[in-house]
């Protein structure tokens, strides 16, 4: 450090210390900010620069690199957080390391991507949303931070709560797909998971908000890739979810990858300083993806990393998830007055404050228990946890004729295809730390539930490929069975992180498969297992029923045994759109008119080859019961801005099986300063039905409700008329009219 500098600093600490000693009495502080003033008047500058470092181990590597001898770097003090470790003793070892000279004792904090499950693995995030049940999302996140906290780790790099519209992109799979308002309350039922009432809890870990932002609107779905939307877009489609996340008290933020408004997020002060840590007003702390300091180099709006450094500091990042820029060159930086102290005690002040509710200063070892991580990982309660809900994140596509549930008094069964029984698979991608020789698969699951029924198996092909040499093997089981299922999709690599697709049918020679096995004349139940929609228009032509199971997790043979038996009816929605073909990519539910609305007129907004409507709608879902809407009926036909408008259906089940149904609410502003959707999902309600038994479903709608960024961009209800629409999905649904009045 330059002499000059230096006596500066050594200034700028006393005189803070000075004015921290004359708070009035209505400015008392409390016991975290006096420990983290405390600190930071110690602090020398480099130290400060080691809590803004975040290194991965040896341990689990979801990067492209790894940085060598990060022990040294912990005992030296250039590191204040690590990833991808985890267990008890090996957490412990790393701790007591960071703890042996440090003289502050300030101990690091464990982070790992924590994505649906820690060992105990849940579904996808795309298909825990298909169940529409806050609550269990909320559970299952809950568990995931029992077992993760049990192993040691603070902190998890999740909720990814980006909206997602186009299936290209890998990463739709873990977020809960399309709408704002859906994915606005599981952003926030995720962060009550994970982090609980108390961060002090030692069952409980931060979470972090992630991507901040609209890393979901990359260009042609491709990852990584630049985003080019609307500020108006920015803040009514992909903001809420951050802002619902915050409003829970989520602890971290992180960047994304893209760029938005010609600037990466990672150098974005837009984002960062004037929207987060501005309007928004958090008090936690940013952390940058996987080396997205290091990447502006490469996007061209700085010549170097050290110039990376400092526009990534500047614009509001916190700690710098393992570039090392910080690390390397933020003390140059200092010197060179192109970083200012201010920005780094506001960087390490947030993170200090997230270690002290961790509970971290008063025990480093806290989380360190063996007790707990041998009772509490995998215990059997999360096991059938996991079960029932894979279970209710099932989509029912199509079910022909009433091919299931499928009789228990079946005496043969041929389950054929690449993912009838790969363990591997059943987990899908991000992971986490789960075991995958754990899982259950489909063949395991039917034989576990009909242990006296002959269910003849055949992998038929593979995934990928044009083998069809199994076809043969596949035919001869059909052949003596009296009915065939069919588990076929993608692999557990084909989605997530890296694996966008310019195609979105089901892969290799699957379908062909099917097409052979059809020609047996026998019914067919296809399971199909994906991270993202596909283009089933064929499919869903010939095969007479389709269960969209996604991945599923530790236990998705059970829970697809159940379904497909009838021990539990399915009820779950689709949170995103299925397209006819990829070329009306990108399709929503919430999308807007045209001056040339459809009409059978050339000269309308339309394809020459294909409908305008999706294959299957936002919100779709079948039971194996059926439900019947009543009408509509409203309170009151105008309101006004302080009033409460009720709407009311009744629901009544005439199938024959008791079952759920995810009643749902959509609105549309008929005329507004700026147009507007012509339909947006405001409620919902998952109503329980015997065979027979009706229910009135109730929703409220005040002006709250009816708020958009107007015009001049503020948050208003305009006066006018709307239209409510309630149905079992954002297609079928029922309508009525209403009136806002000044």
């Known amino acids: 450090m330059k002499k000059r500098n230096y006596f500066v600093y050594l200034l700028s600490v006393i005189l803070f210390v000075q004015i921290s000693g004359c708070q009035q009495p209505n400015q008392k502080k409390t016991d975290m900010e006096q420990k983290v003033d405390s600190l930071l008047a110690l602090m020398t500058i480099e130290e400060k620069i080691g809590q803004m470092t975040l290194f991965t181990s040896d341990w689990d590597v979801t990067g492209p690199t790894m940085r060598l001898g990060y022990k040294e770097d912990i005992k030296n003090g250039k590191v204040g957080a690590i990833f991808n470790a985890f267990g008890v003793k090996y ?44 609550k269990l999302i909320e559970a299952s996140e809950h568990i995931a931070a029992v077992e993760a906290s049990a192993e040691g780790l603070h902190w998890t790099f999740a909720p990814m709560i980006d909206i997602a519209r186009d299936p290209r992109w890998g990463r739709i799979c873990e977020g809960a797909g399309e709408d704002t308002y859906l994915g606005s309350l599981i952003a926030a039922a995720r962060v009550r998971g994970f982090q609980g009432k108390d961060l002090a809890d030692n069952n409980t870990v931060v979470a972090c908000a992630k991507h901040y932002a609209a890393y979901g609107a990359a260009l042609a779905g491709r990852d990584y890739n630049t985003v080019d939307i609307s500020d108006r877009t920015l803040r009514e489609i992909y903001l809420p979810p951050f802002k619902a996340a915050l409003d829970e008290g989520v602890g971290t933020f992180m960047t994304s990858f893209n760029e938005l408004d010609g600037v990466p997020a990672s150098g974005s002060k837009y984002l960062l300083r004037d929207i987060l840590k501005g309007d928004w007003g958090f008090q936690g702390f940013v952390v940058t993806d996987y080396t997205s300091i290091e990447e502006m180099v490469d996007h061209g709006i700085v010549a170097d990393n050290k110039e990376a450094g400092e526009l990534a500091l500047n614009a509001g990042v916190d700690m710098d998830m393992q570039s090392a820029i910080f690390n390397d060159y933020t003390l140059t930086s200092f010197n060179e007055g192109k970083v200012k102290i201010e920005d780094i005690d506001d960087a390490v002040r947030r993170i200090l404050s997230i270690k002290y509710k961790l509970g971290l200063f008063d025990d480093p070892f806290k989380y360190c228990d063996e007790e707990r991580e041998n009772t509490l990982v995998m215990h059997p309660d999360h096991l059938n946890f996991a079960r029932e809900f894979a279970a209710k994140s099932i989509v029912l596509l199509k079910n022909e004729g009433e091919i299931l549930p499928l009789s228990k008094n079946t005496k043969n069964i041929a389950l054929i295809g690449p993912l009838a029984d790969s363990k591997t698979d059943m987990i899908g991608s991000w992971s986490a730390a789960g075991d995958y020789m754990k899982s259950t698969t489909v063949l395991e699951g039917m034989k576990a539930k009909l242990p006296g029924t002959n269910i003849f198996y055949a992998k038929g092909c593979d995934v990928l490929g044009t083998d069809k040499s199994g076809f043969s093997e596949a035919l001869a089981v059909a052949g003596k069975s009296d009915v065939i299922v069919l588990a076929i999709g993608e692999s557990r690599d084909l989605s997530g992180e890296a694996t966008s697709r310019t195609s979105i049918n089901i892969p290799g020679v699957q379908e062909e498969l099917f097409a052979e096995l059809n020609k047996l004349g026998k019914p067919i139940v296809v399971v199909l297992m994906n991270g993202r929609p596909l283009d089933l228009t064929w499919l869903n032509e010939q095969a007479p029923a389709i269960l969209e199971t996604w991945f599923l997790g530790t236990k998705a043979g059970d829970a697809i045994a159940d379904v497909l038996f009838g021990d539990y009816n399915p009820s779950g929605k689709l949170t995103v759109t299925f397209p006819r073909n990829l070329g009306q990519v990108p399709i929503f539910y919430n999308t807007k008119n045209t001056g040339r609305p459809i009409t059978e007129d050339k000269w309308t907004s339309k394809y020459l080859d294909v409908e305008n409507t999706p294959l299957f709608p936002f919100g779709y879902g079948l039971s194996y019961s059926s439900f019947q809407y009543s009408d509509i009926k409203l309170s009151q036909n105008t309101i006004s801005p302080s009033e409460i408008l009720t709407v009311s259906v009744d629901v009544k089940n005439t199938g024959k099986y008791a079952g759920e149904e995810v009643v749902q609410l959509y609105l549309r502003d008929l005329v507004g300063s700026v147009t507007r959707p012509v339909k947006e999902l405001k409620g919902f309600e998952k109503i329980f039905l015997e065979p027979g038994q009706t229910k009135t479903v109730k929703f409220e709608i005040g002006a709250d409700k009816l ?36």
Do not use: C
Request: avoid cysteine; glycine fraction near 4%.
């Open 707 to 742: 708020k958009f960024l107007d015009i001049n961009m503020k948050m208003v209800a305009e006066p006018g008329d709307f239209e409510v629409f309630v149905g079992t999905n954002s297609r079928d649904v029922n309508s009525a009219r209403f009136s806002l009045v000044e």
């Open 91 to 134: 957490l412990r070892e790393l701790q007591q390391l960071a703890l042996e000279d440090n003289r502050l004792q300030i101990p690091l904090m464990f982070g790992y991507d924590v994505i649906h499950g820690y060992k105990t693995i849940f579904p996808l995030p795309l298909a825990q949303a298909a169940s529409w049940d806050l």
